[in-house]
Each structure stands twice: as structure tokens, then as C-alpha cells.
């Protein structure tokens, strides 16, 4: 599977992965495939993301995601190939694109800055208009 560029993007939009699967069920091969061919890839473009991979006896496989304020979001993964993985793993990267991160509170988004400061201080009354 080509590298794609939102998936270096992941640990910004996502705060944890959990991948479940069982580990001889056949449902959960392509889970299996995808955690030994690309977990090491995707951590290493994202070193600061926690991905938990956990096995469990008939269990049906699972990808999921946390994201800020306590969000969640997964998708059953059972009998889906890598590529397909791949596809519901940018979905889960999308949700979290959309959603509002911890780090930036509303107001500071759409905070009026002025062009002409050029060490625009939003905690600093007197450059406010």
C-alpha cells in the first residue's frame, strides 16, 4: 500500500488507536495482515500516537479510534482486506480532522488579528481593537 500523506497527520486528528481481532479466526486475517504489515510504519510517522493492538478468542474484529473530549468512533473489520483497513482507518482519520481539537479553544479560531502587529499576542489587551 502506497504512503499516503494524512496518515503522518494521524496523531493531530486521533488521540489513540485500538485495533481488536482475534488471532486465529479467520474473520480477523485481514486485521491480522494489516497490523504485521503496517503497524511499524504508522508508528513510526506518528511516534506520539498511542496504537493498541489486542487479541482476543472469538472475538469480532475492530478498528477504533479516541479522539479530544472524550470522543470515540470504530468500525467492524471482520472479513475485510488490507486496502479496506486502510479505508476505514481514513475514515476514522476524517472524523477526527473534522472535530474540534483540545488545543484550540473556539474562540481562539476566529480571534481578530491585527496585520499590522507582527507579535500578534491574543492574551495581550492592548493589541486587541
Excluded at 486502510?86 to 479560531?109: H, M, R, V, Y
Aim: proline content about 5%; glycine content about 6%.
Amino acid at each position: 500500500m502506497a504512503l499516503a500523506s494524512w496518515i503522518g497527520r494521524m496523531s493531530h486528528n486521533m488521540r489513540e488507536i485500538r485495533i481488536i481481532y482475534c488471532a486465529e479466526n479467520t474473520a480477523s486475517k485481514g486485521a491480522r495482515e494489516f497490523v504485521d504489515k503496517n503497524y511499524e510504519t504508522i508508528k513510526g510517522l506518528n511516534p506520539t500516537l498511542p496504537i493498541l493492538v489486542r487479541t482476543f478468542d472469538q472475538v469480532e474484529p475492530e478498528i477504533q479510534a479516541r479522539y479530544d473530549y472524550s470522543g470515540w468512533a470504530g468500525f467492524k473489520i471482520g472479513d475485510k482486506t488490507e486496502p479496506q483497513i486502510f479505508a476505514k482507518l481514513k475514515e476514522l482519520n476524517d472524523i477526527g480532522e473534522a472535530t474540534l481539537k483540545a488545543d484550540l479553544l473556539p474562540w481562539q479560531s476566529s480571534y481578530p488579528q491585527d496585520a499590522d502587529i507582527v507579535d500578534y499576542n491574543p492574551m495581550d489587551i492592548r493589541q486587541h481593537h
